[in-house]
């Protein structure tokens, strides 16, 4: 199997949303089956090549034969369903009882089969590395070759046949052990990914709950200490009453424009969407448009201020009639990405002379990310808007401690896999030594096989490397040189590592045609044995071995990238979730704290104007205002905390009071029946926003509030008389589309109503008045 056949599984768009990560789940889960099955595939292979050369070694009857096969059915289970389990704790008594058990179908069958059983101690390494720590796995391993040379030679084998069957037994047990921890990599991302997302939406909570404390909860504290103060002065000093009053209006208002600022900042915006409305507006003011995005991997902030300035950049674009070419660019490298927008019809005298200069206010926000903002004219005359950012990883998305796990196991992984490598090649030269000693014939396969390491190593074995380019097809034909030009030289000798070259290509190329070059590969190699008089015996094991050897490299540098991928994946996903806890906080900032500050900042200045007239009616007021003020400190805490049920009665009953105290006359019809938690949250966001949006007009006069069943759910209604305008043409009330912009008003609810499976429509009804209606199923 291709890797390119896993990548688009594995692989997260940028731009999705949390609610649409089921899918995602189950690819990583795939993920996890195909590496296992990979596994699977490369021990049974060893297993049933070794058991075929020791058959031929023994003589073969059905009682050897059944005894091969349940030693090797011994040592595959031990391995597969227990070693290489990602459930198996390694670190057990068990696994060492089982390491123990491990040596007996690895060395017993060697008195009946003699030498060639004597690769299937692979298995005791491999247990060893896997299942003891360090400063005893190694040891172990090393003791396990001493033991495979010493019995090796004892059958009379010569010094350079001992070395290639021990470096096999050590090697291949090293390999066992690379697939089986990467496997365990490839199962611990997966489990883990919700526990990343858990981590950085919990930080981002806590970076929330220092923005609300900081700009909001000093503000609202301060406006209950003043009404606190404006209470006791009000049977003593009209003046100061009054005074403390207007403090407490204008904190109220500087307070909801901060809330208002923290909600759009909090909010995230597409750079792909923004891009496509650039060209869309550009092409319709008929200004020929060039854009280029490169925008892969950006973390939220830079996509969302880069989307920013690419806005206000066309804005600009846009205010002048002379442009007629413009191009946008957006590019990374080196760390850095940038964007550039470059037109022929603005001018820098033309920004400094223009008062509505929103790109003045870039320059700090770019510095802010670590950025730069330059501006002025190209080499050719054009003026070229220039942003710079660098591309880091947010720390809440990457701080959590299987992702360090993880990370250790791939520096480790990726230290071994040279050793696995190169030993590899040494193993040709011995094959090569115990064909011909010829100095130049050894020197040329040494040489060519140096040239593939260093190939190897350099581009192959990098995770980051894009397999599907020319530049890779390029690297395999330079393989394929390496490989197979020693042969006019060689002839007869000729010896190589097709394995590296096969198990790239079945990375670099399309599935089918990576398997038809598997298969002209080995086809190739088998006739090369064949001409070349070794024996069918020994052109089959060699035939087999460069198969085996080839699914083995395959295997390593997929699971290698796959870990890498998996782990971007967990990280992105984390991005995603808290982009929608941003989301979330934006929405609720807007929803929970809008009205209470209105209501505040309204029912202050109702207090101040009534305060010489009914003095009673001022204390009662304020006592209001002062019971506001705690409501809004307990939304605060809400917010940041992800709570938020709020109570529709409780709603109802303020929203009846907060249109009085506005002199609009209200007419309310609310539902006694019990619903559902979600739905009266829902609906009590709902009322709140629809009566700030009423409280905005300050032609109303009259209000109907109604909650009502339906055949399927219920229905709230709110309808006023302050909107229409001279000329205005009514409309009947439209559903709102659920793309509105998040983070602010009905948009907001729109998200809201739509996550139930409801409906928000609003607009204004043939008699005049407007309507926002929320449909909701029960």
Known sequence: MSLATLEPAVELSATAEPRGTSGFDRRPRLASRLAGSVVTLVMVGFCVTGLYSALLAAPVNLLTGAYGIAAVAALL??????????????????????????ALPAYVPILTFGSPWLVMPSFVVAGALLALRARLAWPLSALVGVSVAWLYASYGNDFLSTVYTTLATVVYGLIFCLLARLVRMV?????????????????????FAR???????????????????????????????????????????????????????????????????????????????????????????????????????????????????????????????????????????????????????????????????????????RFRLHVELPVMTAPSVTADDTGSQSRAESKWVGRMLPVVFGSMALSVVIHLLLITTEFWEVALVAGSLLGLLVLQFTYFDRPTTRL???????????????????????????????????????????????????????AFYAWMQQVGAQGLDLAIFFTAATVMSSLTVFSLLWLVRLVTELDSTRRRLAEAAVAEERLRFARDLHDLL????????????????????????????????????????????????????????SESRMARSVLA????????????????????????????????????????????????????????????????????????????????SPGSGIGNLSHRVADLGGELSAGVEPDGRFRLRAAVPV
């Open 77 to 102: 289970a031990i391995q597969l369903f227990y070693f290489s389990r990602p459930a198996t704790r390694l670190d057990s008594t068990k696994s060492k009882i089982l390491l123990a058990a491990l």
């Open 187 to 207: 199962s611990e991302l997966h489990r883990a990914r919700t526990e990343l997302a858990r981590h950085a939406v919990a930080e981002q909570r806590l970076a």
């Open 211 to 381: 923005d609300l404390h900081d700009l909001l909860g000093i503000s609202l504290s301060a406006i209950a200490l003043k009404g606190e103060l404006a209470y006791r002065l009000m049977r003593k000093s009209f003046e100061q009453t009054k005074a403390e009053l207007a403090e407490i209006t204008s904190t109220a208002q500087r307070t909801l424009a901060d809330v208002r600022a923290i909600s759009h900042g909090y909010r995230e915006l597409s750079l792909e969407r923004e891009s496509r409305t650039a060209e869309s507006l550009l092409s319709a003011s008929d200004i020929a448009v060039k854009v280029h995005l490169d925008q892969a991997d950006l973390p939220v902030q830079a996509r969302t201020l880069l989307a920013k300035v690419l806005r206000e950049g066309v804005t600009n674009v846009l205010r002048y009639s002379d442009v007629e070419h413009c191009e946008i660019q957006i590019h990374q490298q080196d760390g850095k990405v940038s964007l550039d927008i470059v037109n022929d019809g603005v001018t820098a005298e033309d920004l400094i002379a223009d008062d509505r200069r929103p790109l003045t206010q870039l320059p700090d926000e770019v510095k802010a990310l670590g950025g730069r903002v330059t501006t002025g004219a190209d080499a050719g005359g």
């Open 468 to 522: 599907r380019s020319a530049q890779s097809y390029g690297m395999l034909f330079v393989q394929a040189c390496l490989i197979y030009l020693p042969l006019l030289a060689l002839q007869d000798h000729w010896v190589s590592l097709p394995s590296l070259l096969v198990g790239s290509a079945l990375l670099v190329m399309p599935p089918a045609a990576g398997w038809t070059f598997f298969v002209l590969n080995v």
């Open 594 to 649: 809008g009205m209470s500050l209105s209501a505040i900042a309204l029912k202050s200045e109702l207090t101040a104007r009534v305060l010489p007239l009914d003095r009673d009616r001022a204390a009662e007021e304020l006592r209001e205002v002062l019971g506001l003020t705690r409501q809004a400190l307990s939304d605060v805490r809400s917010v940041a905390s992800g709570y938020r049920e709020l109570s529709l009665d």
């Open 661 to 740: 105290a506005a002199d609009v006359r209200v007419r309310m019809e609310m539902l006694d029946d019990e619903l559902p938690q979600p739905v009266r949250t829902v609906l009590a966001v709902v009322l709140r926003e629809g009566v700030t949006n009423v409280l905005r007009h300050s032609r109303v006069e009259s209000c109907e509030i109604a909650l009502r069943r339906t055949s399927d759910g219920v229905s709230l209604d709110i309808v006023n008389d302050g909107v229409e305008t001279p000329g205005e043409r009514p409309a009947e009330p439209e559903p709102v589309p659920g793309g509105s």
